[in-house]
């Protein structure tokens, strides 16, 4: 099973929307998803009308208090299981009294291992994928995250204030690395969000490109997106299953082919992507390719942490 977290220090960047669409496109493909929702906004449990308290949520997982399996529920979708977030979930790390010594640091908190520990004591061989919805700007839970996931995708919008949070975010990616010492997570690339017709701008696109590390075909704007997300069924909500022939739908399709190292789209040179998907405006590096781009702070210094102001 693959452990893959959608993961940025900035909210808004369309983590929970690619993650939700990503799902539903790998599910079409008959890969068994399971889509963990670490975010005290719940988007993706809400999507999948499965808002639950504290004891029923991963939060209880994570605390010891009933094992993963008991709180995995199935969703309305076919091959597609949640485990659900709580709105107390940004309370996680203020917790005390963790019982099992394993998961408690020295003041008796959660410890950031955590979901680490959890998953590694669940069988979860029944799922080809794990889906990581993240939260922006929760230290902790990033913490639990990273310690614990195979890959990351970092979804980005496309203003500069987006590609601020680039580095940063990728500098944490590095402590997880030197923290495990195994050289996890891998960086699957950058998921550009809210592309026009013509795509991404050369401005954006070539401050991506500078980081030398891949960077997945932008997903199309759409402002759709935000009106499906309030409709009454699960289908309706997710553009994926929702409007199957738009570009949106297109643009989610090869991403997710591209993960599932699809040969017919891993296969074909950078140009036959492009052309492939229309004017998607992103520089994609096939999914096989990717063990040969490195990563480590030589490819950070496009946009320093001083601008920040940090």
Request: aromatic share 4%.
């Amino acid at each position: 099973m693959r452990k893959i977290a959608f993961f940025s220090q900035k909210g808004g960047c369309g983590k929970t929307t690619t993650c939700v669409n990503i799902a539903a496109a790998l599910a079409s493909r008959g890969r068994r998803i399971l889509i963990l929702d670490l975010d005290s906004n719940a988007c993706a449990s809400r999507t999948f009308g499965a808002l639950e308290s504290l004891e029923n949520s991963i939060a209880a997982a994570l605390l010891g208090l009933r094992p993963l399996a008991e709180v995995v529920r199935p969703t309305e979708i076919d091959n597609i299981w949640l485990v659900p977030g709580a709105t107390d979930l940004h309370s996680l790390d203020n917790v005390e009294g963790v019982l099992d010594p394993n998961r408690r640091d020295d003041l008796g908190r959660l410890s950031p291992v955590a979901l680490q520990l959890e998953l590694a004591q669940s069988d979860l061989a029944r799922f080809d994928y794990l889906l990581l919805d993240c939260p922006g700007g929760h230290p902790f839970i990033e913490h639990l995250v990273l310690l614990a996931c195979d890959e990351v995708i970092i979804p980005t919008g496309l203003s500069i204030y987006d590609l601020y949070a680039a580095t940063p975010t990728m500098h944490l990616i590095l402590m997880a690395r030197e923290a495990r010492g195994d050289d996890k997570p891998d960086f699957l690339g950058f998921l550009p969000n809210g592309a026009g017709r013509r795509g991404v701008s050369r401005r954006v696109q070539s401050t991506l490109d500078q980081y030398s590390l891949p960077c997945l075909p932008a997903v199309r704007h759409s402002d759709l997106i935000k009106t499906l997300a309030g409709m009454p069924t699960v289908p309706q909500r997710l553009m994926v299953l929702a409007r199957p022939e738009s570009a949106v739908t297109a643009s989610f399709r090869q991403v997710a082919a591209m993960i599932d190292h699809d040969p017919e789209i891993t296969g074909r040179s950078e140009s036959e992507m492009v052309a492939a998907a229309g004017p998607s405006g992103a520089t994609s590096v096939p999914a096989d390719a990717q063990s040969s781009l490195p990563l480590d702070s030589e490819h950070l210094e496009v946009v320093p942490c001083a601008h920040l102001g940090i």
